[in-house]
């Protein structure tokens, strides 16, 4: 088990470029979320997947924002025409929801992707 | 909608215990959780409460009441690697049953002194 894996760590683009980051969860773990936090303040959901389906979006998340996961293993999130808001750590998280797994409230997070837009 | 509202920082000695509280507003309330997170680390799972009581794991405690909705986080013998900012986190309603997505408080930052 090595853990919750984000890359790349650290991306530094400029305004309207497009940034792309992966996660990698836990390998038994069926779900994904994507989170964003900014300095002093909580993680704030993005998006989740159970396998390969993305079952719920925030309403936090524009068209610019979109997230993957084809294979139920991996995700992608990309972000179209970076704008200077969206400077922030994007964290992964994953979880297993079968039965007796884990906590109903624990989410294994990455280290996250700190994107910052110039 | 949902609000958390839980202190922005607290220092406390070390030896010492703390308390961090934490209230919620939210509908169709299902638990809350305890996360730990270091300067530049990964928020990091401490505790869950759906039902209300105390929950203990070694050095930390967590308590819920549903009724004042109302949970705090306890944390004993404190130690120098507890300072960290640590976050209340709900399952509601909005979050759905099935859904495991948590909603966040601002997190409460301890310093913790020697």
């Known amino acids: 088990d090595t853990g919750v894996s984000q890359n790349p760590r650290h991306k530094i683009t400029k305004r309207g470029q497009n940034v792309t980051f992966r996660c990698d969860p836990i390998?038994?773990?069926?779900?994904l979320y994507w989170y964003r936090q900014t300095l002093g303040q909580g993680p704030e959901f993005l998006t989740y997947?159970?396998?390969?389906?993305?079952?719920?979006k925030s309403r936090l998340l524009s068209d610019r924002f979109s997230a993957e996961r084809p294979k139920g293993s991996f995700s992608t999130l990309e972000i179209q025409r970076t704008e200077q808001g969206d400077s922030a750590m994007y964290l992964c998280?994953?979880?297993?929801?079968?039965?007796?797994?884990?906590?109903?409230?624990?989410?294994?997070f990455g280290e996250g992707s700190r994107l910052t837009v110039l | 909608g949902q609000s958390l509202e839980q202190p922005s920082e607290v220092t406390a000695v070390e030896g010492a215990i703390v308390q961090i509280n934490c209230t919620y507003q939210?509908?169709?309330?299902?638990?809350l959780s305890w996360y730990q997170q270091h300067d530049g680390g990964a928020p990091t799972f401490l505790s869950y409460?759906?039902?209300?009581g105390l929950e203990e794991t070694g050095r930390f405690s967590s308590f819920l009441s549903r009724s004042d909705s109302y949970g705090y986080l306890l944390l004993q013998e404190l130690q120098m690697k507890d300072s960290a900012s640590y976050f209340c986190?709900?399952?509601?309603?909005?979050?759905?049953?099935?859904?495991?997505?948590?909603?966040f408080g601002k997190g409460t930052k301890l310093s913790v002194i020697p």
């Open positions: 997947f159970q396998n390969e389906a993305q079952l719920e």
């Open positions: 998280a994953s979880s297993d929801s079968r039965a007796g797994a884990s906590h109903a409230g624990e989410l294994f």
């Open positions: 939210t509908s169709g309330f299902y638990g």
């Open positions: 409460n759906a039902l209300d």
């Open positions: 390998s038994e773990h069926n779900r």
């Open positions: 986190a709900v399952r509601d309603e909005y979050s759905g049953a099935g859904s495991y997505q948590l909603t």
